[in-house]
């Protein structure tokens, strides 16, 4: 088990930025592969960003590319998202997922853990 805790979720106007993180527990996190993925009301799953377990592969969305950054602190066992220049459509709950073997997927399916996810509001 990987007990996740998302946080720095909140409302913001486009344009803005926003920092959200995700505590794990345990010792073993830095053996895992994390992943950060939003839903919308409505909508399905969305992949965002995703970090091999030392954080020397990153993956992101294209919807999401050249806005947001995912990096982690395995001391701190802690995975960030640094979300610039947003617009209304990045609202969604983000909720942050570790996956074992170490290598992060742009496939919500092959995650393991989830956190229970924080809100991302971005008002027009």
């Known amino acids: 088990q990987v007990p996740l805790v998302e946080s720095g979720g909140g409302l913001v106007q486009a344009g803005g930025s926003l920092r959200l993180s995700c505590a794990a527990s345990g010792r073993t996190f830095g053996n895992y592969g994390m992943g950060w993925i939003r839903q919308a009301p409505g909508k399905e799953r969305e992949f965002v960003a995703a970090?091999?377990?030392?954080?020397?592969?990153?993956y992101y969305a294209d919807s999401v590319k050249g806005r947001f950054t995912i990096s982690r602190d395995n001391a701190k066992n802690t995975v960030y998202l640094q979300m610039n220049s947003l617009k209304p459509e990045d609202t969604a709950v983000y909720y942050c997922?570790?996956?074992?073997?170490?290598?992060?997927?742009?496939?919500?399916?092959?995650?393991?853990?989830w956190g229970q996810g924080t809100q991302v509001t971005v008002s027009s």
């Open positions: 970090i091999s377990s030392r954080g020397g592969i990153t």
């Open positions: 997922a570790a996956r074992t073997g170490g290598a992060g997927s742009t496939r919500p399916d092959q995650y393991d853990y």
